[in-house]
């Protein structure tokens, strides 16, 4: 009898297990957090270039102010800033040096030359932003974004990293080294005195968050039954979008970015309040052959659920853990997925779709204030929509099958991002936005089920972490992809929207279907998804 077995009597997801399920889940609120909170540290700021020379001019007693400091500083910068059609210049002043202040100067005889004494900003509508502290303007503008994308590639060092410190000491303990870690890093980064430190800290800081996201999904699915372990592993995408509506709120009420970032990061203290009365993953237990630690938490989920435990389920667990030791190597390597044709190009389509998702998915997030409407509002909105979205996944994933669910939702995705290049600024595009998203967020929630169904058990992990590191790809690069409006403002939408067309295209013409198919264990089973009346040979004709 193994665990699995043993949860089908005390109670797969039962009120013990909901309890628990629903605290790892809460801590989890905190991962939007620092994830993109950088969108509101570098929200529009207007600046012009400082001209110190008439810092100390008090101009309101003049006439023509009329004691106003209001009307003498526009005609500071009037006098010292060329007005092109669309704009006084932001890296472009009038060179004044040795002139004095004068509301009648003539400057068509002026020469201009380049910001070179910094710049002034205007803090009005958003509060101090990294763009004021770090001077993130002219020809360091695009910085933010190259931030963003290393900000991501420390992610991806951190699905590595805090799944092996996972694996050695436990979900628990790792759980608590990643909070620590994610607590200090982002106490840190409020102090840091230039854009590269700060974006050291920041990438130091990624790991963490991932591994304070990860865990608990780890740990979701490993204190409840298989039949509920889609479940709570959809339960706790909802506190994502959560999360992210709180952060927008917050980021709305809190114009400051680096008290932003101190209170985003005193909130997290919350998860103290239960997570010593949150116990050990039982399966990992079972797996370390630490029985009577975790025939202790079986009782008490057992106790908690109001049932009572099998007689004899301890022996039996011993029993289950000497013969997976007795076991020999499975003669599957994780090399095969590669070299047998059929499985080597069912990966090249799954992860290239898990690459389109990432891309899309933090393109539109990152990008969601530039679609014409207030920031705060589209980004909320750009958090809620994601609650559809996983109810949809759900749905989808119970009632319908993975493949043309998938394939439908990527495409859908993939017209609305190019329809939304044709939709004028303001509420309309916002909203097709948003709907682009859903249809984004939904098949990737699918995705994350479907990318495991199709290998076999021996390299499932490894065949689902690969996808999932080119998904990160996709997201490191989604920021710099953002970056080429810049050129032409369509250019992102429409790169976004190819994309997933030509994914979900693929999807849809070479993947198998896996709805109510068993969990393939050998990669005959494997390669033999989706074949009705045939078998599919995996001998040596079927190799590259």
């Given at each position: 009898?193994?665990y ?25 609120l905190?991962c939007?957090?620092?994830l ?16 110190p020379e008439?810092?100390e001019?008090?101009c309101?007693?003049?006439?023509e ?25 932001q ?6 040096t ?8 003539n ?6 030359i380049?910001c070179d004494e910094?710049?002034i900003?205007?803090v ?6 990294i763009?004021s502290?770090?001077d993130l303007v ?21 699905s590595?990293?805090?799944g ?5 000491f ?7 080294i990643?909070l ?8 840190l ?13 920041r990438t130091?800081?990624?790991?963490a968050?991932?591994?304070?996201w ?5 740990m979701?699915?490993?204190y409840?039954g298989p039949?509920?372990?889609?479940i ?6 909802y506190?994502?979008?959560?999360g992210?509506?709180?952060m ?10 680096a ?17 010593p009365?949150?116990?050990e ?9 630490r ?15 109001g049932t009572?435990?099998?007689m004899g389920?301890e022996?039996?667990?011993h029993?289950?853990y000497k ?10 390597h994780f090399?095969?997925?590669f ?5 080597c ?5 799954m ?6 998702h990432g891309?899309?998915?933090f ?7 530039g679609?014409?409407?207030n920031p705060?509002?589209s980004?909320?909105?750009s ?6 979205s996983y109810?949809a996944?759900l ?19 993939g017209?609305?991002c ?16 948003a709907?682009?998203?859903l ?11 479907y ?5 076999p058990t021996?390299?499932?992990g490894?065949?689902?972490g690969f996808?999932s590191?080119m ?5 490191i ?5 953002n ?5 032409w403002e369509?250019?992102?939408?429409i790169l ?15 993947l ?11 990669m005959?089973?494997?390669?033999n998804?989706?074949?009705?009346h045939r ?7 079927d190799?590259?």
């Amino acid at each position: 009898m193994g665990y699995d077995e043993i949860l089908l009597q005390i109670g797969e997801l039962g009120r013990y297990q909901w309890r628990i399920v629903f605290f790892v889940c809460v801590s989890t609120l905190v991962c939007p957090w620092h994830l993109l909170i950088q969108v509101f540290f570098i929200l529009d700021t207007p600046s012009f270039c400082a001209t110190p020379e008439w810092d100390e001019v008090d101009c309101t007693a003049w006439p023509e102010f009329n004691d106003s400091s209001v009307l003498c500083d526009e005609a500071k910068r009037n006098l010292s800033i060329p007005l092109y059609s669309d704009g006084f210049a932001q890296c472009e002043k009038y060179d004044v040096t040795g002139l004095e202040f004068d509301p009648f100067l003539n400057t068509s005889s002026l020469d201009i030359i380049p910001c070179d004494e910094g710049w002034i900003y205007d803090v009005s509508d958003y509060g101090p932003t990294i763009i004021s502290k770090f001077d993130l303007v002219c020809d360091r503008a695009g910085l933010p974004q190259i931030a963003q994308s290393i900000f991501f590639a420390g992610s991806l060092l951190g699905s590595v990293c805090y799944g092996m410190i996972a694996d050695w000491f436990g979900r628990y303990h790792a759980w608590w080294i990643s909070l620590l870690h994610q607590f200090v890093c982002g106490i840190l980064v409020i102090f840091m005195p230039n854009f590269w430190s700060y974006t050291a800290v920041r990438t130091i800081l990624a790991p963490a968050n991932y591994g304070a996201w990860i865990i608990p999904v780890i740990m979701a699915t490993e204190y409840v039954g298989p039949s509920k372990r889609m479940i709570s592993g959809l339960f706790i995408e909802y506190f994502f979008a959560i999360g992210f509506m709180i952060m927008t709120v917050l980021a709305w009420l809190i114009r400051d970015w680096a008290i932003l970032q101190l209170t985003v990061t005193l909130m997290q203290l919350y998860i103290l309040t239960y997570l010593p009365f949150v116990p050990e993953s039982p399966r990992w237990l079972i797996g370390e052959n630490r029985i009577p630690e975790a025939s202790k938490i079986i009782r008490r989920i057992a106790k908690g659920n109001g049932t009572t435990p099998p007689m004899g389920f301890e022996d039996q667990l011993h029993e289950e853990y000497k013969e997976k030791m007795a076991l020999k190597e499975d003669e599957i390597h994780f090399l095969d997925i590669f070299t047998n044709r059929t499985m080597c190009l069912r990966t090249t389509v799954m992860s290239f779709a898990w690459f389109a998702h990432g891309l899309a998915y933090f393109g539109l997030t990152l990008g969601a204030s530039g679609f014409g409407i207030n920031p705060y509002v589209s980004f909320f909105v750009s958090g809620f929509i994601e609650i559809p979205s996983y109810t949809a996944a759900l749905l989808c994933l119970l009632k319908f099958g993975r493949k043309n669910t998938t394939a439908f939702f990527m495409i859908l995705g993939g017209i609305i991002c190019i329809c939304v290049v044709f939709t004028p600024l303001g509420p309309w595009r916002a909203v097709s936005a948003a709907i682009g998203k859903l249809a984004v967020t939904t098949s990737f929630v699918i995705l994350f089920v479907y990318g495991a169904e199709i290998y076999p058990t021996p390299v499932r992990g490894f065949g689902v972490g690969f996808c999932s590191v080119m998904g990160r790809m996709g997201d490191i690069l989604s920021p710099i992809i953002n970056l080429l409006r810049n050129l032409w403002e369509p250019i992102p939408l429409i790169l976004y929207g190819v994309i997933l067309l030509i994914s979900g295209f693929w999807v849809f013409t070479t993947l198998p279907e896996t709805r109510k198919r068993d969990l393939p264990e050998t990669m005959e089973e494997a390669v033999n998804l989706g074949s009705k009346h045939r078998k599919i040979p995996t001998d040596e004709h079927d190799k590259l």
